[in-house]
Each structure stands twice: as structure tokens, then as C-alpha cells.
């Protein structure tokens, strides 16, 4: 008798293992698939453009030049695509910028420098306005000595430029639900204790839907 007893909880205990087993099974299953729908069936939508941006040289009375440069440099950039926003009305998007600034002296010194981005209607006014503080990142002597080094044939050969790429997100999750689209785009650089060598190369942003 008590040997049944003790068979009919083996089996149980069993058969509830092999359930349990089969329902982990089938959650990481279904987790893993909908991981894959999201990230390599699903596109993600974005939208990139290259920033070229402009300054004044002539400075008015009682303006000390920085860097040749009398204000701080700005652009503006269209935010329609064939007549469209690039924007989806109540979808959330990532709007991120990419840097890459000379890997010079000046710019390892140029401290905390400022991005500020409007966005503007079709009469001109800023609705929405993003800013976001960065600096270069800090590499001691020594690295930058062995970074070169190594880099040195690519270097010499123009394989790869003496730049640093610094990634900044000026916003996360931003929702548009503004009546009418936006039609230009503002996009300015502001320093704080010393004009950074900026200009030489291209700004890119990138404004990502997120799902």
C-alpha cells in the first residue's frame, strides 16, 4: 500500500515537472519570437540629416571674435519630406546626435559646450525646444599617445580621420501631438568657457520612431 502511494507521487511529480517544463518552454519561446518580430522583421523607421552650420565673421562693436567666429554657430534644416512631416502624429521617436569633432588639443580643453533644438511651425514660432549639454570625453596622455600610434597607418594613408565621435540624445520617447506639422527646424552649438574646433566636420540627427 505504501509503495502505491509513493509510485502515484512520483508520478505526479512527474507529470507537474514536465508541465512546468513545457510552459517555461513555451514563454521563452514566445518571448524569443516576439524579440525577433521586433528587431529584425519590424524596420524601424528614421529619418537622418546632415547639419552644415553657419556663423557670422564680421562682428559688431564691442564683440570679441572666438575662433573667428562672432556668435555661436546655428542652422536650420527642413522637417518635411515630400510635403509631409517626418514626424507621425502621437508616435514616439528618439532624437539623437552624432559629433564628430577633431581629436585636437583645443577641443580636449573646450570644456562643456550646450545643443539646443527648436522646433518650429509654419508661422516660425518654437513650439518644442531640447537641450542637451556634452563635452569631449577625457583620455590621459597616455592613451591618446597609444591611440595614435596604433592608428598611425590609417592616418597617414587618410583610411581614418583624427576625429572623435561623440554620441548625444536630446530626447527619448518625444511625442508629437501638435495640430499642425512642423516645418523648419533650429539646431545651434553654444559654448561655455572656449569655442571648440567644431566646424569641420558634419552634425548628424537622427530622429528614430521607437515601437
Not at 46 to 64: E, K, P, R
Not at 128 to 155: A, D, E, G, I, M
Request: include cysteine; charge should be neutral.
Amino acid at each position: 500500500m505504501q509503495l502505491s502511494v509513493q509510485n502515484s507521487i512520483s508520478a505526479y511529480l512527474k507529470y507537474a515537472c514536465v508541465f512546468f517544463a513545457v510552459e517555461i518552454g513555451t514563454l521563452l519561446s514566445c518571448g524569443c519570437l516576439s524579440l525577433l518580430v521586433r528587431y529584425i522583421l519590424i524596420p524601424t523607421v528614421s529619418w537622418q540629416t546632415a547639419l552644415n552650420f553657419n556663423f557670422d565673421t564680421i562682428c559688431h562693436s564691442g564683440v570679441q571674435p572666438i575662433n573667428n567666429m562672432c556668435n555661436f554657430p546655428s542652422t536650420e534644416f527642413d522637417l518635411t519630406l515630400g510635403g509631409s512631416s517626418v514626424f507621425t502624429h502621437g508616435h514616439p521617436y528618439s532624437i539623437v546626435s552624432d559629433l564628430y569633432v577633431p581629436d585636437s588639443p583645443k577641443n580636449n580643453l573646450a570644456g562643456m559646450n550646450i545643443l539646443t533644438l527648436e522646433l518650429l511651425d509654419e508661422s516660425g514660432n518654437c513650439t518644442r525646444k531640447f537641450r542637451k549639454s556634452f563635452s569631449v570625453p577625457y583620455r590621459s596622455t597616455l592613451v591618446r599617445f597609444t591611440s595614435r600610434l596604433l592608428l598611425l597607418p590609417l592616418h597617414v594613408t587618410r583610411m581614418a580621420e583624427e576625429e572623435l565621435h561623440i554620441f548625444v540624445e536630446l530626447a527619448s520617447g518625444y511625442q508629437n501631438y501638435q495640430a499642425s506639422f512642423f516645418q523648419v527646424s533650429s539646431f545651434s552649438v553654444s559654448y561655455i568657457h572656449s569655442a571648440p574646433d567644431l566646424l569641420k566636420f558634419p552634425y548628424f540627427l537622427l530622429f528614430t520612431n521607437q515601437p
